[in-house]
């Protein structure tokens, strides 16, 4: 590794999975229903009709997994807690069960001398909950609270580092604005509601792993750099209408206290006096954070687009006013996203010269890529596509860093092969290819190289 970039004394590296995309065991030892298994289980919505059922069956293999980890050498470990596996009804009694799991996992690691990080909501929302509006209204909010507390109460000894919520867009706009996610609704008004409430939740969250003495509390975001197709005014203005969506309706409140100066250019009608909004909630969502999350897989090319959708009441600028377009002449992953790593670097560098002192010390919670790797002739996975992608993005990271951006921990996605959520079992994120049918694990290239540069930054 001594032509890669080294990085500083102290920086974190780690992987990364999420509870619906690895644990299986939905319906074992009293976890009750989440969107996920609802939307999963409706015929059309996933490729090949895939369902987390069984996943990765890490549920009953994690001993097996966390030895992995060990012999990679993280720092630390990423993983997401189910929400529906603590309260099967998002509230109320506490199911023994499923939080002695992760008390077993919490133990497991740092017996293999690991650092837990815990992400509180990876998009696995109790169905009961959505039963009762979602996150479209505040009480989701307000139970998201109550199970912070409880789950900080039960780990909080022993897990340094809290992430509130895993990529609120996706959750927002993905689930209930376009429904290529769960719940799978298609709304406008709805899914700005949504989009504020997740972020009263993480506030409310933040404010209970405060009061549970957590050494660390932040959030995760996937934020994008977002490029226009054109020089023309139109994708111009494009862009502005992307960045207010996937960027500045979350970091504006979060790192500035306020909201967006472009979300009625944005959304309009949608936006002007949203009756979900209450004084006091951007003191809330704006608590001083110990980190950011960033997770980070492209950039977007943005090119101006008419609405496509007739109802004015569903109008919100996902596939409507803009449009994602491919960008000639680079590679592209298997989930067709262009490989663009100085976009990382710029990235990561706008966001401090926006933010400057208010940006807290950055994580980079996800990176990877999918790719069409199989099992060789020789029995390993040679996934030099991947190896290439982790070493340019982590050299523009490195770049990021002497421009002045506090950048603490990278954590590569992910672990394990997965469920790609609406994509199946056809994507492959994984640094460990798993066999569905029978479960076994390969270390692939990418995971024996990763495990070199995490030795070599040791020394």
């Known amino acids: 590794m001594s032509d890669f970039p080294g990085f500083p004394p102290g920086f974190v590296f780690g992987a990364a999975t999420a509870s619906y995309q690895i644990e299986g065991a939905v319906r074992e030892d009293g976890r009750g229903p989440s969107i996920w298994d609802t939307y999963s289980h409706t015929p059309g919505l996933v490729a090949n009709g895939d369902t987390g059922d069984t996943a990765c069956d890490h549920y009953h293999r994690y001993p097996e997994d966390v030895a992995l980890l060990r012999d990679l050498g993280v720092d630390s470990y990423r ?144 934020l994008d750099r977002n490029l226009p197709a054109t020089g023309s005014p139109a994708d111009l203005a494009a862009v502005v209408r992307a960045d207010t969506q996937h960027n500045l309706v979350w970091t504006d409140p979060i790192l500035a206290g306020r909201y967006p100066a472009t979300e009625e250019e944005t959304w309009g009608e949608l936006i002007t006096g949203a009756d979900f909004r209450r004084d006091g909630d951007l003191e809330l969502i704006s608590q001083p954070l110990d980190f950011l999350g960033i997770n980070y897989y492209r950039p977007i090319v943005v090119a101006d687009a008419p609405y496509r959708e007739s109802d004015p009441a569903r109008r919100v600028a996902t596939d409507n006013r803009y449009e994602e377009v491919r960008l000639p002449g680079v590679r592209h992953t298997a989930m067709g996203w262009p490989v663009v790593p100085e976009s990382f670097t710029d990235l990561l560098v706008r966001l401090k010269e926006r933010y400057g002192d208010a940006l807290p010390p950055v994580h980079i919670t996800e990176n990877g890529s999918a790719e069409d790797d199989a099992v060789a002739a020789d029995g390993g996975v040679h996934d030099t596509d991947r190896v290439a992608y982790l070493r340019d993005h982590l050299t523009a990271l490195r770049a990021a860093m002497d421009a002045g951006v506090d950048v603490r921990g990278y954590y590569v996605w992910s672990l394990l092969d997965n469920f790609e959520w609406a994509f199946g079992y056809d994507k492959r994120f994984g640094i460990v290819r798993v066999d569905y049918d029978t479960q076994e694990r390969t270390p692939k290239d990418s995971y024996h190289w990763y495990r070199k540069l995490i030795a070599a930054h040791r020394g």
């Open 79 to 222: 993983f997401s807690i189910a929400w529906p596996r603590i309260l099967p009804e998002g509230s109320g009694a506490v199911n023994p069960k499923g939080m002695d799991f992760y008390s077993r996992l919490v133990d497991e690691l740092l017996a293999a001398g690991i650092e837990p990080a815990a992400t509180l909501y990876h998009w696995d929302l109790p169905q009961a909950l959505e039963d009762r509006g979602g996150w479209r209204v505040r009480e989701t909010a307000e139970r998201f609270a109550e199970y912070t507390a409880v789950v900080a109460e039960h780990l909080g000894d022993r897990v340094p580092r809290w992430i509130t919520l895993n990529e609120p867009w996706c959750s927002a706009f993905l689930g209930y604005s376009v429904g290529r996610h769960a719940p799978g609704a298609r709304e406008g008004r709805g899914a700005l509601a949504a989009a504020h409430h997740l972020l009263v939740g993480h506030g409310l969250a933040v404010s209970a792993l405060r009061a549970a003495g957590v050494r660390e509390a932040g959030i995760t975001l996937n």
